[in-house]
């Protein structure tokens, strides 16, 4: 070849090398298109809420964002209900899911024996993998009458403000709010409180596996002179494992956050759609993302609208919760100098 | 004893007891769930569910929302996965390390869990309104526009595989190839992607694992349909927006049908996550 090479005419090397240069012009250009469809697609998003939700916007204007009404009848929206009910479960589903995922990434990195480390972690990430709808089903089928028969009952008597033998707790009485977050006379489970427990369930897994990850990092020396002064295993979690990884830990916690935020299908099932505002737990109402899928398909004019303002919202919030997890990843990505 | 030390010890012997029970609680909800989608959906196991359609009801099948899931994930993952794998390889061959490709690579892993519902009312606003106004109302919702919904939501997955799977590359071989003459464009499609394969391949599966059992974006693009509906064009009809439909009813049988649903998703889900492990531990091996 290369003999054959040197005898070829010096027009046609360069023809070659000209050709090889218009299509390594073409393949960048086709490669940098596709990954400009990535940024058109989060652009898009939030660019075709912005303008479908304009009605909307434009009918109740900043009123939208402090209205609790939601009357399809007199075509009147506010965004409060629907925020709220986003916002209570998935800090409902945080106060769950950070302390137990926290407890697994811990036992998972430092109490384990090493053979039940692997397989413990891949069952964990299973529930990760499990589809919203299924959850949304085991929700609606399972967990909320379970919640209904067995954990709702005590907690209106004991904490509630409407117990059904009709006597005041000692808590009901004495403590604040307390009364009313557990007061309720809806008979059915489905709740904001049973949504959060469900999104909890739900982001355990991709809160504990990204700590898990960032608890791998911290270098073992670290670990050891804290051991070989005397710590025990708590105090090196707690001491030395958590402040090294605290950015990486926040991230993690907004990265479940962003995703209990959004999530639709098993937040619909359990919420039970009611569209007014109530201070019970254990009363039903509605997400931004369940009110948009009950409503979106039958809604016309000004309530469509809404819905799309609201999903403008739910888009514009999640995406800065989790820009702020990815920045808090980062942190730790580059003291690991990676 | 002294009582300092007794009270560390007693603190580190109930934190050990607490993280492992929150492991155990995790463990029980998997457990609880797996457990029910498995019961339910065998009881509910029938050969009508694969040969009869929805529009019989109670006592018909899935077999339309079967095949309508298997169309539009096609459709998604064959939009997706062109687009994702050339996205990725730019990120990860051409744009590393300057402002525009760490951008992007960014904004992919924040639109990796950008909620679901905004992409699917994302596609209705570009497709779904779009078709109707040009077809006079004739096609609105179409399996097509499901498709879309999906790919976009399959997409950062490939692009994020694609782009680590290719850094992990040993960049010897690009620069032996580069030594010998290779202009990169035939570098990166005929050796970087060759010796990635198998990663990117696990990324494909799990991006359908990923996208086979969303539902939110489907309700107001592929819309639903009781007939059996070939043509993406169509409206069509998909497991879990029928296991959505079922589980609303107020009928037995038609939770009964929607469990069989859910269990058909799950285990194909397990399965696709199963094989992309698979997949992954082999090809391990093999570069060792």
Same mark, same amino acid.
């Given at each position: ?59 109740? +204007? ?21 925020? *709220? ?23 998972? $990195? ?21 589809? $919203? ?25 004991? %904490? ?7 006597? %005041? ?14 007061? $309720? ?9 049973? /949504? !959060? ?15 898990? =990850? ?24 707690? @001491?030395?494992?958590?402040? *090294? ?5 926040? !991230? +993690? ?8 935020? +959004? ?10 759609? /009611? ?7 254990? @009363? ?13 398909? =039958?809604?016309?004019? %000004?309530?469509?609208? $809404? ?32 | ?13 109930? /934190? ?11 463990? /029980?909800? %998997?457990?609880?769930?797996?457990? =029910? ?19 019989? !009801? ?50 992919? @892993? ?32 179409? +399996? ?19 782009? =680590? ?124």
């Amino acid at each position: 070849m290369p003999a054959n090479q040197a005898a070829l005419p010096i027009d046609i090397l360069e023809q070659r090398s000209h050709r090889d240069a218009r299509h390594e012009r073409l393949f960048r250009w086709l490669l940098k298109g596709c990954a400009l469809i990535v940024l058109a697609s989060l652009l898009g998003a939030a660019g075709a809420t912005l303008w479908g939700g304009r009605e909307a916007f434009s009918a109740f +204007g900043w009123h939208f964002l402090v209205s609790s009404a939601w009357d399809p009848g007199n075509d009147v929206y506010g965004a409060v209900v629907p925020v *709220y009910g986003t916002i209570a479960t998935s800090l409902i589903a945080l106060l769950i899911a950070v302390p137990i995922s926290f407890g697994i990434a811990v036992y998972l $990195s430092e109490v384990a024996p090493a053979w039940l480390r692997t397989p413990v972690a891949s069952a964990i990430e299973l529930l990760a993998g499990i589809p $919203s709808i299924i959850y949304g089903m085991w929700g609606l089928f399972v967990f909320a009458p379970f919640f209904a028969n067995h954990i709702k009952p005590w907690l209106t008597n004991n %904490l509630g403000n409407k117990p059904d033998d009709g006597k %005041l707790s000692w808590v009901a009485e004495h403590v604040p709010f307390v009364g009313k977050l557990f007061g $309720s006379d809806y008979p059915f489970g489905a709740s904001i409180l049973v /949504a !959060g427990i469900v999104l909890a369930v739900m982001i355990i897994p991709f809160i504990s596996s990204v700590m898990r =990850e960032v608890f791998q990092t911290v270098p073992t020396r670290l670990k050891e002179s804290a051991y070989a002064l005397g710590s025990s295993t708590w105090e090196v979690s707690w @001491d030395i494992v958590l402040p *090294y990884t605290r950015s990486a830990v926040i !991230g +993690g916690i907004f990265l479940g956050l962003g995703r209990a935020l +959004g999530e639709t299908m098993a937040v619909t099932f359990v919420l039970g759609n /009611a569209m007014h505002l109530s201070a019970s737990l254990l @009363d039903p109402g509605a997400s931004i993302a369940s009110t948009i899928a009950n409503q979106f398909s =039958e809604a016309t004019g %000004l309530q469509k609208s $809404s819905l799309m303002a609201l999903a403008f919202l739910l888009f514009v919030v999640t995406f800065v919760v989790l820009l702020i997890a990815r920045l808090m990843l980062r942190q730790l990505a580059r003291k690991e100098g990676r | 004893m002294s009582s300092p030390y007794l009270r560390r010890r007693i603190t580190n012997a109930l /934190a050990m007891v607490m993280s492992t029970l929150a492991t155990l609680v995790g463990l /029980a909800f %998997l457990a609880w769930i797996l457990w =029910e989608t498995l019961r339910q959906g065998i009881s509910a196991l029938d050969l009508k569910l694969f040969t009869k359609i929805t529009a019989y !009801g109670e006592s018909g099948g899935l077999a339309n929302a079967m095949v309508g899931s298997l169309i539009i994930n096609f459709i998604g993952i064959a939009i997706a996965t062109p687009i994702g794998v050339l996205a990725g390889t730019w990120l990860a061959e051409y744009a590393d390390r300057t402002r525009l490709g760490e951008s992007i690579r960014f904004l992919n @892993d924040i639109l990796l869990s950008a909620p679901s519902i905004v992409m699917g009312l994302f596609v209705y606003t570009i497709i779904v309104l779009p078709t109707t106004v040009l077809t006079h109302g004739s096609t609105t919702f179409s +399996g097509f526009a499901g498709g879309v919904a999906l790919a976009l939501i399959a997409l950062p997955v490939i692009v994020r595989t694609t782009d =680590e799977m290719l850094r992990l590359v040993p960049s010897t071989l690009r620069e032996a190839a580069l030594s010998l003459g290779v202009p990169q464009w035939k570098l990166t499609l005929q050796i970087l992607i060759r010796a990635a394969r198998s990663g990117i391949i696990t990324g494909v599966l799990l991006a359908l694992a990923r996208i086979s059992g969303e539902t939110a974006p489907l309700l107001f693009t592929a819309f639903g349909n009781n007939y059996m509906a070939i043509n993406p064009i169509e409206k069509m009809s998909s497991l879990p927006q029928i296991i959505y439909q079922y589980a609303n009813d107020p009928g037995d049988a038609m939770h009964a049908l929607a469990w069989a649903g859910a269990f058909v998703i799950t285990m194909f889900v397990l399965l696709l996550s199963l094989a992309s492990r698979l997949i992954l531990s082999r090809t391990k091996v093999s570069h060792d």
